[in-house]
């Protein structure tokens, strides 16, 4: 059975840091595209980054240079770093299953983790 | 970067109506276009890849249709489980969410 168990949210003060991880069950995080999206409270989804099968990256305009999506390929487990959080990145944040080989789509979801950025 | 909008942003309906939402692209995506359901305090479920492609073990009274610019997703008859909020997707260039269409029941 596929399951991907996010943790590492919580609140920090703006400026600050926080690692997210997302630890996978029932498939290879690094044979396939691997993405986190957020969805800050009463709004919509926003895609955030994602990690090729290759180990290219890229991520949204909104935390370019700020957040660093990553793996580890024994632990199975994806990451994603974000440093200089504001208090617009408060958000639930979920890793996902983006596709492999030529499928995209997000078909796999965790059950999401809630950062809160304030002060 | 790649907009996409959705209309209606929300809609009431009953039991056993057809509902339709369009979603459109800011330029032509063929049909890199998924769409996913959202209930409270849910993550995110695959529907419709590919535009019309229906995912396994999903209802068969949801699909999709459309390429280009213009989709429709459309639900045959609206049952009480359907109640979510419904978000289009686009993988031409990275992804993109659609803003998200609010389903009630009348």
């Known amino acids: 059975e596929v399951q991907l168990v996010e943790s590492g949210g919580g609140l920090v003060q703006p400026g600050g840091s926080l690692r997210l991880s997302c630890a996978a069950s029932g498939f290879t995080v690094s044979s396939n595209y691997m993405s986190w999206v957020r969805q800050a409270p009463g709004k919509g989804l926003e895609w955030v980054s994602v990690i090729y099968s290759g180990g290219s990256t890229y991520y949204a305009d909104s935390v370019k240079g700020r957040f660093t999506i990553s793996r580890h390929n024994s632990k199975n487990t994806l990451y994603l770093q974000m440093n200089s959080l504001r208090a617009e990145d408060t958000a639930v944040y979920y890793c996902?299953?983006?596709?492999?080989?030529?499928?995209?789509?997000?078909?796999?979801w965790g059950q999401g983790t809630l950062v809160t950025v304030s002060s | 970067d790649i907009q996409m909008t959705q209309s209606p942003s929300s809609l009431s309906a009953s039991v056993g109506d057809r509902v339709t939402i369009t979603c459109q692209a800011s330029?032509?995506?063929?049909?890199?276009l998924n769409w996913y359901q959202q209930k409270p305090g849910k993550a995110p479920k695959l529907l419709i890849y590919d535009a019309s492609n229906l995912e396994t073990g999903v209802p068969s009274r949801f699909s999709g249709s459309g390429s280009g610019t213009d989709f429709t997703f459309t639900i045959s008859s609206l049952q009480p489980e359907d109640i979510a909020t419904y978000y289009c997707q686009q993988y031409d260039n990275l992804f993109t969410f659609g803003p998200g269409t609010k389903v009630d029941i009348k």
């Open positions: 330029q032509d995506i063929s049909n890199y």
């Open positions: 996902a299953r983006a596709g492999y080989s030529s499928s995209w789509r997000f078909d796999y």
